[in-house]
């Protein structure tokens, strides 16, 4: 079983769009995160999720909206999309005071 | 603000090379360390960690790093790489406060391995 699992692993659309991306954890984990990885392989954090609760909420476009049914769950939804949303996706999870995170596989998402 | 560097941007080796990665980072505390690799195309997968300790610690695929807290250093080491080595490493840092639910991760920038056969 996958322990943190992505959809979709590629995505591509147009600028303006809506489009949601969606994590799932089996772990048990209390934290959720997403990142985003540029073209140059650099992770930033955007959002972190402790049981559902917002907690990180770096400096990215409103445009962004992340939303956490349950504690199992990170979506992410990105409003407008613009060409320098173009990354990698990453979302990970971990336990609180953790030993480190698990992370999903990625979703690339590519806006034309 | 905290901040984890990685020396080097890209490294070449050829195959039976020894390897180290060179990871500091800029915070007097407690912290937690960790070395992550991401294949191509792939995602991030843990190598090894430090939490306290022996700070010679030994991970996966014949991958080490020694933790020197007085250099704020946390280096990767293998003695022999192979092709399939090959990939990003990332340096990775929790600053450890209280109720800490790891807000305080970072990663260095990244380290390009490529080992030629």
């Known amino acids: 079983d996958t322990a943190v699992s992505q959809t979709p692993k590629y995505l591509v659309t147009q600028m303006g769009n809506d489009k949601s991306i969606k994590c799932e954890q089996n772990?048990?984990?209390?934290?959720m995160y997403w990142y985003k990885q540029d073209s140059k392989k650099f992770l930033k954090i955007m959002f972190s999720y402790n049981n559902k609760e917002l907690i990180i909420n770096e400096t990215v476009p409103n445009r962004f909206s992340p939303k956490s049914p349950d504690k199992a769950h990170l979506n992410l939804h990105i409003n407008s999309l613009e060409l320098g949303d173009s990354a990698v996706y990453f979302c990970?999870?971990?336990?609180?005071?953790?030993?480190?995170?698990?992370f999903g596989s990625g979703t690339r998402l590519t806006v034309v | 603000a905290q901040s984890v560097s990685q020396h080097n941007h890209h490294v070449i080796l050829s195959e039976a090379a020894s390897l180290e990665l060179g990871c500091n980072y800029s915070y007097g505390g407690t912290v937690n360390l960790f070395w992550y690799v991401q294949y191509p195309g792939q995602h991030l997968q843990l190598l090894l960690k430090y939490f306290s300790g022996d700070p010679l610690v030994k991970g996966i695929k014949g991958f080490e790093a020694e933790f020197i807290k007085s250099k704020f250093s946390f280096n990767l080491r293998k003695p022999s790489v192979q092709w399939s080595d090959t990939a990003e490493y990332f340096c990775a840092v929790i600053i450890l406060h209280r109720d800490n639910y790891g807000q305080n991760f970072v990663f260095g920038p990244g380290t390009r391995l490529s080992v030629l056969p």
């Open positions: 772990l048990g984990h209390d934290t």
């Open positions: 990970a999870s971990s336990q609180a005071l953790s030993a480190g995170y698990t």
